[in-house]
């Protein structure tokens, strides 16, 4: 006797239709800061590849740069409803309302759901799996992912170890269903062992201190390679992609030496590699959808290409996905 089985649907596959990206109009630049702390340009750029940082004006915060980033790719996207409002920052407005919110509130999207989600460098990977979860499943057709930080509100400007690196901005992308293309894999995992690489609070060695970012340089960088490494091998060997097809590696930008040994790791040529650190520094969660709207706005991406973004931050988190543009774009 045969038995009768529903069908089951084809399974949904969801990709990045639209990104938007907002940076403050004031600059800081390395010779702001060598009036501040004890360092230079030569230093700066030696270690860390950045020249200029963008810094958010008072009262510019990241739910007004989060908005204005999420305009943007609302409008590219084309309009059309929001059915969940994801927002990765570690530097909120404050600790509640959630910073999510707030956007919410500044974009009319009264009703949708919204929340925060902290992951630290790794937010915006984190959103957008979030978000391609939720659109796989049908629970939505569009989520906005907005990653905002004000960075510089965070560091300690007589650290030179760490106020060298950090700027603010923010990043937004519009995650739907489409036809073909999109999102074919992703990855993202922790480490809560490793949280003493990279905290905020006070200084190790003064417990009175005041709470500021604070980083092992060392341990950071060596947990840095190693995890935008593994990461994104493995993503590329769940899409069945050796890394060097990749078309187009946006990394977080946390610094240049960082993402240089990452790409010699990979076997990655640095015409392939997505950077804009040297103009925007270090923006967290902020670093990869800012990247990739520079990029695109620059007419490097082609209907197809094999793209991979990847980061690791603060917890330690880390997270990877490797899509085709072209899928909605």
């Given amino acids: 006797m045969?038995?009768?089985?529903?069908?089951?649907?084809?399974?949904?596959?969801?990709?990045i239709l639209a990104v938007g990206a907002h940076l403050p109009a004031a600059l800081l630049t390395n010779a702001d800061l060598e009036a501040l702390v004890e360092t230079s340009?030569?230093?700066?750029?030696?270690?860390?590849?950045?020249?200029?940082?963008h810094r958010a004006a008072a009262g510019e915060t990241s739910s007004e740069m989060g908005a204005a980033a999420a305009r943007r790719a609302l409008e590219r996207a084309g309009g059309g409803g929001i059915d969940a409002l994801v927002?990765?920052?570690?530097?909120?407005?404050?600790?509640?309302?959630?910073t999510a919110c707030l956007v919410q509130r500044k974009l009319g999207l009264e009703g949708v759901p919204a929340f925060d989600v902290s992951a630290a460098c790794s937010g915006f990977i984190y959103g957008?799996?979030?978000?391609?979860?939720?659109?796989?499943?049908?629970?939505?057709?569009?989520?906005?992912v907005v990653a905002a930080e004000s960075m510089t509100s965070l560091v300690d400007f007589g650290d030179r170890q760490t106020c060298v690196l950090f700027?603010?901005?923010?990043?937004?992308a519009v995650i739907g269903a489409v036809a073909d293309g999109g999102i074919v894999a992703r990855r993202w995992g922790a480490d809560g062992g490793q949280g003493h690489l990279i905290y905020y609070g006070p200084a190790p060695d003064d417990p009175t201190s005041p709470a500021r970012v604070r980083m092992s340089g060392r341990g950071t960088f060596r947990m840095a390679v190693e995890h935008l490494g593994d990461v994104t091998e493995g993503v590329c060997a769940d899409a069945g992609?050796?890394?060097?097809?990749?078309?187009?590696?946006?990394?977080?930008?946390?610094?240049?030496?960082?993402?240089?040994?990452?790409?010699k790791r990979l076997g990655l040529p640095l015409d392939r590699v997505v950077l804009n650190v040297r103009e925007t520094g270090n923006t967290?969660?902020?670093?990869?959808?800012?990247?990739?709207?520079?990029?695109?706005a620059a007419g490097r991406f082609h209907p197809g290409d094999r793209m991979v973004a990847a980061a690791f931050g603060a917890g330690a988190t880390w997270g990877a996905i490797a899509w085709e543009w072209g899928g909605g774009q």
């Fill in 2 to 15: 045969l038995e009768l089985t529903e069908a089951k649907a084809p399974a949904r596959r969801a990709g």
């Fill in 41 to 53: 340009d030569t230093w700066i750029m030696e270690r860390t590849g950045i020249r200029v940082r």
């Fill in 87 to 98: 927002v990765a920052t570690s530097s909120p407005d404050t600790l509640f309302p959630s």
């Fill in 128 to 144: 957008v799996t979030i978000a391609e979860s939720l659109v796989r499943s049908g629970v939505g057709e569009r989520i906005l």
């Fill in 167 to 172: 700027g603010d901005g923010a990043g937004a």
């Fill in 241 to 263: 992609w050796d890394p060097a097809s990749v078309d187009h590696f946006i990394p977080h930008q946390a610094n240049q030496r960082i993402i240089e040994a990452t790409a």
């Fill in 284 to 296: 967290s969660a902020a670093s990869i959808p800012l990247a990739l709207a520079g990029a695109e």
